[in-house]
């Protein structure tokens, strides 16, 4: 007889292991059949996070709307040390969540700790931008939103007297680090019409590319926690233009239908971390090939014993790590652009 497969499972504290299980539970009893999603039951089990005026943990927060008829808004956290820094003293970090484009906010509790902590390990002033959602706004509704953000930043004076514009880095996690690399690229085509804004750098964090093809880690770690297949599918479903699949630009950056960015000027250097125990590994690594191929600076980071979205969870050693790792890119890409 046949021996069957090994069943794959990362080590991870306990902690980890319910978190993931509620996270996929939610994500799960949420998507409805039809292609829509539950919000109301959704929101039941999405905790939220409220600004602080008063710094907490560091940082103080606030939110800002932009556009009241999309629900456009973005939360900006200070660090308690910008006031000490001096003006135009502090990077400006453009941050996006993640969740497949259909799901959480920058007020969800995990990113708002993940934008405290960038604001204060940096130091930084953070923009967490609160996007449309899928499968109510479909592609490329979200990339409009993530450049409006930056023409907004670039014309308006609300940001914090620290907070300086030239030195803007674009980043994101999973659906949030495409978006990223999308806004990355408009804002290299529309430079010449940007008066302030200078992004110096693009942070993907395990990115959310994908394809028809299935990978090997795609069908390897077809039960990850937080990441599989079918949870994958339903996302690019919900968030690509009807009758699209997966080889559509948005999702298969680097497939035949990908933007040819090799002539592209004004490109950021890129950061790409790659976990071992994510199922969109391998689309990760195509990405930072095709930047290189493409003439563009790129770097990756990997670390072989990670899940999907690892950073977001403080009692796993790796997290704290990555924060050094970013820490160090934004300091090299401001220094060499002296």
Same mark, same amino acid.
């Given at each position: 007889?046949?021996?069957?497969?090994?069943?794959?499972?990362?080590?991870?504290?306990?902690?980890?292991?319910?978190?993931?299980?509620? =996270?996929?539970?939610?994500?799960?009893?949420?998507? @409805?059949?039809?292609?829509?999603?539950? %919000? @109301?039951?959704?929101?039941?089990?999405?905790?939220?996070?409220?600004?602080?005026?008063?710094?907490?943990?560091?940082?103080?927060?606030?939110?800002?709307? =932009?556009?009241?008829?999309?629900?456009?808004?973005?939360?900006?956290?200070?660090?308690?040390?910008?006031?000490?820094?001096?003006?135009?003293?502090?990077?400006?970090?453009?941050?996006?969540?993640?969740?497949?484009?259909?799901? !959480?906010?920058?007020?969800?509790?995990?990113?708002?700790? +993940?934008?405290?902590?960038?604001? @204060?390990?940096?130091?930084?002033?953070?923009?967490?931008?609160?996007?449309?959602?899928?499968?109510? /706004? %479909?592609?490329?509704?979200?990339?409009?939103?993530?450049? $409006?953000?930056?023409?907004? =930043?670039?014309?308006?004076?609300?940001?914090?007297?620290?907070?300086?514009?030239?030195?803007?880095?674009?980043? &994101?996690?999973?659906?949030?680090?495409? =978006?990223? /690399?999308?806004?990355?690229? @408009?804002?290299?085509?529309? #430079?010449?019409?940007?008066?302030?804004?200078?992004?110096? &750098?693009?942070?993907?964090?395990?990115?959310?590319?994908?394809?028809?093809?299935?990978?090997?880690?795609?069908?390897?770690?077809?039960?990850?926690?937080? +990441?599989?297949?079918?949870?994958?599918?339903?996302?690019?479903?919900?968030?690509?233009?009807?009758?699209?699949?997966? $080889?559509?630009?948005?999702?298969?950056?680097?497939?035949?239908?990908?933007?040819?960015?090799?002539?592209?000027?004004?490109?950021?250097?890129?950061?790409?971390?790659?976990?071992?125990?994510?199922? !969109?590994?391998?689309?990760?690594?195509?990405?930072?090939?095709?930047?290189?191929? #493409?003439?563009?600076?790129?770097?990756?980071?990997?670390?072989? $014993?990670?899940?999907?979205?690892?950073?977001?969870?403080?009692?796993?050693?790796?997290? /704290?790590?990555?924060?050094?790792?970013?820490?160090?890119?934004?300091?090299?890409?401001?220094?060499?652009?002296?």
């Amino acid at each position: 007889m046949a021996s069957k497969d090994p069943v794959l499972s990362p080590s991870l504290p306990w902690k980890t292991r319910i978190t993931c299980g509620l =996270l996929n539970f939610c994500t799960d009893i949420s998507r @409805r059949n039809n292609g829509t999603i539950n %919000r @109301r039951l959704l929101s039941l089990f999405d905790i939220r996070s409220p600004t602080t005026p008063s710094a907490v943990k560091g940082v103080s927060s606030s939110d800002y709307t =932009l556009d009241s008829s999309r629900n456009l808004w973005f939360r900006i956290f200070v660090p308690s040390s910008a006031s000490a820094s001096g003006p135009k003293s502090l990077p400006v970090f453009i941050f996006f969540h993640g969740g497949g484009f259909a799901f !959480l906010s920058p007020d969800t509790i995990v990113y708002d700790a +993940v934008c405290r902590k960038l604001a @204060r390990k940096i130091p930084s002033i953070v923009i967490s931008v609160n996007y449309r959602l899928s499968p109510e /706004h %479909r592609y490329p509704c979200q990339y409009e939103d993530g450049f $409006d953000v930056i023409k907004y =930043l670039d014309g308006e004076g609300i940001l914090p007297e620290e907070a300086d514009v030239s030195k803007c880095f674009l980043a &994101g996690d999973s659906a949030g680090a495409n =978006l990223a /690399h999308h806004v990355a690229v @408009r804002v290299a085509e529309e #430079s010449a019409s940007l008066k302030a804004v200078r992004v110096l &750098g693009l942070v993907t964090i395990q990115p959310f590319f994908g394809g028809e093809e299935r990978t090997a880690a795609e069908l390897r770690l077809r039960s990850a926690p937080i +990441v599989n297949l079918d949870r994958t599918d339903w996302m690019w479903k919900a968030f690509l233009p009807e009758g699209s699949n997966r $080889d559509h630009e948005a999702s298969n950056v680097s497939g035949p239908r990908g933007k040819d960015i090799s002539g592209l000027r004004g490109f950021p250097k890129t950061l790409v971390f790659v976990g071992g125990w994510d199922p !969109l590994q391998d689309w990760q690594r195509k990405y930072y090939e095709w930047l290189k191929k #493409s003439g563009k600076e790129a770097e990756k980071i990997e670390y072989p $014993d990670m899940i999907h979205a690892f950073y977001l969870f403080p009692e796993i050693p790796g997290s /704290h790590q990555l924060f050094t790792q970013l820490k160090d890119f934004v300091l090299n890409c401001i220094s060499n652009s002296k």
